[in-house]
């Protein structure tokens, strides 16, 4: 059971450069998030998703956007990469069921902008 | 946008010493949730709290929900070197459209001389 799986692990872009960042989990689980993660800053929600085909914006949602076609897959996408979007990138998943349920993390993806 | 506020910001500790920090909120949470992070890596669940004035052990690890549900701490008893990392507290209320949504504090890094 793999969990929650990121990728990829590590990435440099060039500031203008565009890419997609993939989340994907085995869990079953119908929440799914993405955090942003900066020194002082501790973790920041980008966007989430509540089931397939649903999506909605979190705290710093500028400059990307977010997919959620299958139900174990979300994807966030930068469409012009800015340095101030150098950072750890942590997607997790939740199951709706309960409520009170803790989210699952992957191991981040970090991103580096030039 | 909420942050919780969570204390100390680090500790330097030798180990064997117990250790001790709590978050703190302007806000009622229905839930309270203990991450550790090491280097590298995602958050890690330690502990969940589902009921004001629980305490929950895991291990070395004690945490509790504060009565008033504005609070909660985390103790580590007898701190051993794989205790190194960041430990983070969020917190969860469930107001209508909350939509699981997590609110962070922003770490306790824990350093443990051996």
């Known amino acids: 059971n793999a969990g929650v799986t990121q990728t990829p692990k590590f990435r440099v872009l060039k500031t203008g450069q565009s890419m997609t960042l993939l989340c994907a989990q085995d869990?079953?689980?119908?929440?799914m998030y993405w955090y942003r993660q900066d020194p002082g800053m501790g973790l920041r929600l980008i966007h989430y998703?509540?089931?397939?085909?649903?999506?909605a914006k979190g705290e710093v949602p500028d400059g990307y956007n977010v997919s959620r076609l299958k139900k174990q897959n979300f994807l966030l996408g930068l469409e012009s990469a800015a340095p101030s979007q150098t950072s750890v990138y942590f997607c997790?998943?939740?199951?709706?069921?309960?409520?009170?349920?803790?989210?699952?993390f992957g191991d981040g993806t970090r991103l580096s902008i030039l | 946008g909420q942050q919780l506020n969570q204390s100390p910001q680090s500790m330097f500790i030798q180990e064997g010493e117990d250790v001790s920090m709590n978050c703190t909120s302007s806000?009622?949470?229905?839930?309270w949730l203990w991450y550790k992070q090491d280097p590298g890596e995602g958050p890690v669940l330690l502990i969940a709290?589902?009921?004001a004035g629980e305490l929950t052990s895991n291990g070395r690890l004690t945490a509790q929900f504060g009565i008033t549900r504005k609070d909660s701490f985390l103790n580590i008893s007898a701190s051993i070197p794989s205790d190194v990392g960041i430990y983070f507290c969020?917190?969860?209320?469930?107001?209508?459209?909350?939509?699981?949504?997590?609110?962070w504090g922003l770490g306790t890094s824990l350093a443990v001389n051996p």
């Open positions: 969020a917190g969860q209320s469930l107001r209508a459209g909350n939509n699981r949504k997590l609110i």
């Open positions: 998703s509540v089931g397939e085909g649903t999506t």
């Open positions: 997790a998943s939740k199951p709706r069921a309960g409520g009170h349920q803790p989210q699952h």
């Open positions: 869990m079953n689980h119908e929440y």
């Open positions: 709290l589902y009921k």
């Open positions: 806000s009622i949470f229905n839930t």
